[in-house]
């Protein structure tokens, strides 16, 4: 595997279910982030962790949930979903997050589906 | 509110011409520009990075940056029906957390 990879790659699911996403970089950086892309909108940044610490929760819901349980690995647990978080969730890693610029590398996406 | 704009388009272009995609950013503290090329139902691609005012160039693609202006721009040299695509424009604006603000993306058609 090279690059940053995302499993699933769909995934639809009732609003009462309970799944996780999972990213993996293989570049070896330390920062893992977390971001929906919505038709007709930016991408929206979620959250950031840097070495194993998030850094960043950008006023996500609680229904949102990231575990990052070392620096190759990002989850991201959902529960009692909304239809409206439909949406393309794509992971992204960096060299670091401080000390100059770190150019983000994207992962293939998850495309969920709330019914 | 830091925001980057960019026209949705459709760019359309004929095949062998040059392809401009504009972007503009409201907060001058941004340092740097990025931009991404995405395929219909793929992932954002990285495809240039700028740090400084001036012009960058790789391959086809000079990305250029006025930070008196506020303005970044693409140019893609010999647009090719394969550069039919959304380019996303992001600013990075330092700090502690690496962070990117997008732009909503241009389309770009590509005819043959």
């Known amino acids: 595997e090279t690059g940053v990879t995302q499993t699933p790659r769909h995934l639809v699911m009732g609003m009462t279910n309970k799944k996780s996403l999972k990213c993996e970089q293989h570049l070896g950086h330390n920062a893992m982030y977390w971001y929906k892309q919505s038709a007709k909108k930016p991408l929206e940044l979620m959250f950031v962790y840097s070495l194993e610490e998030r850094v960043e929760n950008n006023s996500v819901p609680s229904r949102f949930s990231p575990e990052c349980p070392n620096s190759s690995h990002l989850f991201l647990h959902l529960h009692t979903l909304q239809p409206e978080d439909s949406a393309l969730y794509l992971c992204?890693?960096?060299?670091?997050?401080?000390?100059?610029?770190?150019?983000?590398?994207f992962g293939p996406g998850t495309r969920l589906t709330v019914l | 509110q830091k925001e980057v704009e960019q026209n949705s388009g459709p760019l359309s272009v004929p095949e062998g011409a040059i392809a401009s995609l504009n972007c503009t950013y409201s907060?001058?503290?941004?340092?740097?520009f990025f931009w991404y090329r995405q395929y219909s139902g793929k992932s954002p691609e990285l495809i240039m990075s700028i740090y400084s005012n001036g012009d960058k160039e790789d391959g086809r693609f000079t990305a250029q940056l006025n930070k008196a202006s506020q303005y970044v721009s693409l140019l893609i040299r010999d647009s090719q029906p394969s550069d039919s695509a959304t380019y996303l424009c992001a600013g990075h604006y330092g700090g502690a957390t690496n962070k990117l603000i997008f732009g909503t993306g241009t389309l770009l058609a590509v005819q043959p």
């Open positions: 992204a890693s960096s060299r670091d997050v401080a000390g100059g610029i770190n150019e983000q590398f």
């Open positions: 907060d001058r503290g941004s340092q740097s």
